[in-house]
């Protein structure tokens, strides 16, 4: 009778990802470089053999962080290293935050659609775009229609020049199985 493997639960993922973070830095001994190059505030910048790096280390009771492994020599820091991990996940946190999120927003019409239903989604798309996310707006041929071909790119140019003013046209009208697209981008506010 074999023994199956046990499955690990949530708990261990949740160690091993913050073990990953402890294992992204090479600190203190596990520094393989004879030579380093100390930048920070608290010591004099310059290359030290990684003796005398981690004696200056330990002399101020911090940790030698290896930043840049790939730098000749190697680039090393000397901070507590729970405080370094903190401040990374802060930088990163911070860029998440400052990243934007396209939004893209559909619109339908079909090859003849009416004044009435046209303004009404013409007025979305003024909403959409003020609210700064991109519109794509497209023309969707069922069965015959497919004929209306010319009918559907003069419906989305008609429908890009009256977004004029607030959006810019990304492309043209392009004809992919039975759809004709336009893809619309809000103009930087001034």
């Keep these: ?9 949530n708990q261990g993922q949740n160690n091993r990802s913050q073990n990953n973070d402890k294992d ?13 190059r100390l930048v920070g505030d608290n010591v004099e910048i310059g290359i030290y053999p990684i003796a005398k790096a981690l004696a200056i280390a ?13 730098a000749n020599p190697p680039v090393c820091k000397i901070l507590d290293y729970q405080k370094f991990l903190y401040q990374q996940r802060k ?13 893209v927003k559909e619109i339908r019409f079909g090859p003849q659609t009416d004044d009435h239903d046209y303004n009404f989604k013409l007025k979305h798309a003024i909403g959409f775009l003020k ?20 009918q559907g790119e003069v419906l989305l140019l ?4 009256d977004l004029e003013e607030i959006g810019k046209l990304d492309q043209m009208p392009v004809f992919e199985g039975r759809r004709m697209t336009i893809m619309i981008s809000p103009k930087k506010q001034k």
């Design 1 to 9: 009778m074999q023994n199956k493997p046990v499955e690990p639960n």
């Design 24 to 36: 992204q830095y090479a600190i203190n001994e596990r520094i393989r470089a004879r030579e380093v």
């Design 58 to 70: 330990d002399e101020l009771g911090l940790d030698l962080i290896e930043i840049s492994p790939s």
């Design 131 to 150: 609210e700064g996310a991109k519109v794509k707006a497209y023309v969707f041929f069922k069965g015959r229609s497919v004929l209306f071909k010319e």
């Design 158 to 161: 008609r429908f890009a020049n």
């Design 91 to 103: 930088r990163l946190k911070e860029q998440k935050a400052k990243s934007t999120k396209v939004v």
